[in-house]
């Protein structure tokens, strides 16, 4: 199964994204105890760069277009972190097999978990363990261009109260409240996909990557004019769209 660019067209995240958009500042602190938010995001940035530098000998092969599916890359990612952060920090230790409960553990046996997801929400699984500290990273995917960028990185405590567990689901997902306890540690939303734009269908999206633009900074850079041509629609809808992309690129 090929990775996708990640939905975020869906109802509840459209409802959401203003909220997302004006979330607190970078945080001065990642809300998570010894862990410095310039560590926890050079650590997080680190994987990314390995992550995408992971090429065959004859460079020809990368994780992104061996056609993985998006959680299987999501776990690789999830590991780099946790060997970045075990290797930078003197106080987290990096688990891979998570045995302990969590991802990385403190010198006083405290976990922390390590969450990586290819849109903007944080989920788990129903038998999660809730009491502890998380790093979410969210991330997509750009198969065209042979990377992932992350967008948004956070972190914070969350306990059982902060889950919802919808029936028939095997998913768990943070309420409104947890969302409210992660801190922003930093967010790069200029990398968000351009088809998460209003007006911006699959067809439309296709028509931008032939040209060329995949983000929503690549269509607030790109010349109106030319806009308007490839995607055959008004200079007043390619101008709202435009402005919406600015306002986004602006965060």
Do not use: C
């Not at 991330?139 to 902060?162: H, M, S, T």
């Amino acid at each position: 199964m090929s990775p996708t660019l990640p939905h975020f067209h869906t109802p509840i995240l459209v409802a959401l994204l203003p909220s997302l958009l004006l979330a607190q500042e970078p945080a001065p602190d990642s809300g998570i105890p010894h862990l410095a938010a310039g560590e926890a995001r050079g650590s997080v940035l680190a994987a990314v760069e390995v992550f995408n530098g992971i090429r065959s000998k004859d460079g020809t092969i990368s994780l992104v277009n061996l056609k993985l599916q998006t959680n299987t890359l999501a776990g690789i990612l999830h590991n780099l972190i946790g060997r970045e952060i075990g290797r930078r920090s003197d106080y987290w230790r990096f688990i891979p097999s998570g045995a302990a409960g969590g991802d990385l553990e403190g010198k006083k046996g405290e976990p922390l978990e390590l969450k990586t997801s290819s849109d903007l929400q944080v989920k788990g699984n129903q038998v999660s363990h809730n009491n502890r500290y998380y790093l979410v990273s969210h991330f997509v995917v750009y198969p065209k261009q042979n990377r992932i960028a992350v967008v948004w990185i956070r972190g914070g405590r969350l306990d059982a109260k902060d889950w919802r567990r919808p029936k028939g689901t095997q998913w768990a997902f943070v309420t409104r409240e947890g969302e409210a306890k992660l801190k922003t540690i930093w967010k790069n939303f200029k990398e968000l996909p351009a088809s998460h734009l209003r007006g911006i269908g699959k067809k439309r999206q296709q028509l931008l990557e032939a040209a060329g633009i995949f983000t929503v900074k690549q269509f607030a850079k790109t010349n109106l004019e030319q806009l308007r041509e490839i995607l055959n629609i008004s200079a007043r809808q390619v101008e709202k769209m435009m402005e919406e992309a600015k306002g986004i690129s602006d965060q």
